[in-house]
């Protein structure tokens, strides 16, 4: 739970401790870090090899969207068992929720070096399906110094998750889906803008640049839809399918927003292995 939030909670409290709705409000809090923390052990469990964390897991309904692992539980342990004693690190960076559905943002190492988002989805209380998206970790930060994975981490204004989400869902629909780039400035607020992909300088005049670089070097980058938009307060996940330097892909963005403009953002590309070479039916989105 936020600092702020728990901050106000608690002064609340002070002034009026018996009232109904701040006891309603702190149970509802209560209750959406604890699946929070299950996905960080969850995570956090391949690299220690603790088991008790996987009991999150619904091992009966267990839907996997990760390709490369087989569909279940078993998938995931067979996933996990290819792996060399010790090997794994994993630094869980972001969590966050909106209803049943978990978002994280992870440095991994594991089978090399890789940041990943991962979204789990709960069912009376347990993960019943799992979908990820990973990339590669550069080994340097981008050209304004940025790393995958730095900057602000907790989410604020969760009175303006739904308004974040509808802001966000019509900056990707607007520009990176329908490419109306008469529409871009109008998201931002000038060029303030903090830039977490490795090849992007800050702000618009280096989004310009890497697209302009892009273009001449021949890459092509489209997003073809939105498949899923989360959101917790100022910090919303868009999953989207397309292509990029011609492999089909998918793309998973986090945006951080401020005062209805988009202000920082991350993310990671990967390219979608050909169906025939999956190893569970459900398909990567």
């Known amino acids: 739970m936020p600092l702020a939030v728990a901050t106000a909670l608690a002064l609340a409290n002070c002034a009026a401790p018996n009232s109904q709705s701040n006891k309603e409000t702190t149970a509802m809090n209560s209750k959406q870090s604890e699946p929070k923390q299950q996905v960080r052990d969850l995570l956090k469990s391949i690299e220690t090899g603790d088991s008790a964390p996987v009991g999150v897991i619904n091992a009966d309904k267990y839907i996997q969207h990760n390709p490369s692992a087989k569909d279940g539980l078993a998938g995931f342990g067979e996933l996990m068992s290819q792996l060399p004693k010790g090997s794994a690190r994993v630094n869980t960076v972001r969590v966050y929720q909106d ?61 303006q998750t739904d308004v974040n989400k509808g802001i966000v869902r019509s900056f990707v629909d607007d520009i990176l889906v329908n490419g109306r780039m008469d529409k871009l400035a109008g998201y931002y607020d000038g060029d303030h803008y903090v830039q977490h992909n490795p090849h992007i300088a800050d702000g618009l005049s280096g989004l310009g640049a890497a697209l302009a670089a892009m273009a001449k070097s021949g890459v092509t980058m489209k997003y073809d839809r939105i498949h899923r938009v989360l959101g917790e307060g100022n910090m919303v996940l868009v999953v989207s399918e397309g292509s990029f330097a011609g492999d089909h892909s ?35 989105f």
């Open 250 to 284: 998918s793309f998973y963005d986090l945006f951080r927003v401020e005062r209805g403009k988009i202000a920082e953002h991350w993310d990671t590309i990967e390219k979608v292995i050909p169906k025939e070479q999956a190893k569970n039916e459900n398909g990567k």
């Open 99 to 159: 209803g049943d559905f978990v978002f994280a943002h992870t440095d991994y190492d594991f089978f090399g070096p890789k940041i990943g988002f991962d979204i789990f989805r709960f069912e009376n209380g347990k993960i019943v399906e799992h979908w990820d998206n990973l990339q590669e970790k550069p080994k340097s930060a981008n050209p304004s110094g940025h790393t995958m994975t730095d900057g602000p981490t907790q989410a604020t204004d969760l009175d």
